[in-house]
Structure formats: structure tokens, C-alpha cells
């Protein structure tokens, strides 16, 4: 499935893609979660990705932005659901 972040979709090299979803830089985070999370058909998978536990069940979340929310809004998002 394509996705907007897709460097194949969106005409960007992945390094320019890579800066964006990894990006510390306010206004980056907002065009990325404004222009292509919100548009895009696999949110919820994404946001998944973006969540692991290690061999323990220790919950962490990846760097970036994943599924819309980045990773501090990921992180409250596990503290609220135990």
C-alpha cells in the first residue's frame, strides 16, 4: 500500500523523508502530521510500529513520528492506558 511519507509516492529522496519523520523542529512535526498523517490509509498500523516491548514486556517507543503522534505523545498515550 502506498503511504504519503513514501519516498516513492511523494517525490523526496528517503533522506529528505528520514529528516522530516525524525525531525526535532516544530514546524517539520506539523507539516508531516498535518500533511501526510492525516491523510493517510494506514494510521493505525503505523502507530504499532512505533510502539514495541522488549524481551521483559517493558513497553518503548521508537524515535519519530509514527501513526500521527510523535514519540513523547506515544509515550503518554502508554502511561494512560495502564
Do not use: Y
Request: aromatic content about 6%; overall charge positive; charged content about 25%.
Amino acid at each position: 500500500m502506498t503511504t504519503p511519507c513514501n519516498p516513492a509516492v511523494n517525490g523526496m529522496t528517503t533522506a529528505r523523508v528520514d529528516s522530516l519523520l525524525f525531525s526535532i523542529l516544530p514546524s517539520k512535526i506539523e507539516f508531516v502530521k498535518s500533511e501526510w498523517c492525516r491523510i493517510c490509509p494506514i494510521t493505525a498500523e503505523c502507530l504499532k510500529l512505533g510502539t514495541w516491548r522488549d524481551v521483559d514486556g517493558v513497553e518503548h517507543t521508537s524515535l519519530g513520528i509514527f501513526g500521527g503522534l510523535t514519540e513523547k505523545e506515544r509515550q503518554n498515550l502508554t502511561t494512560t492506558r495502564r
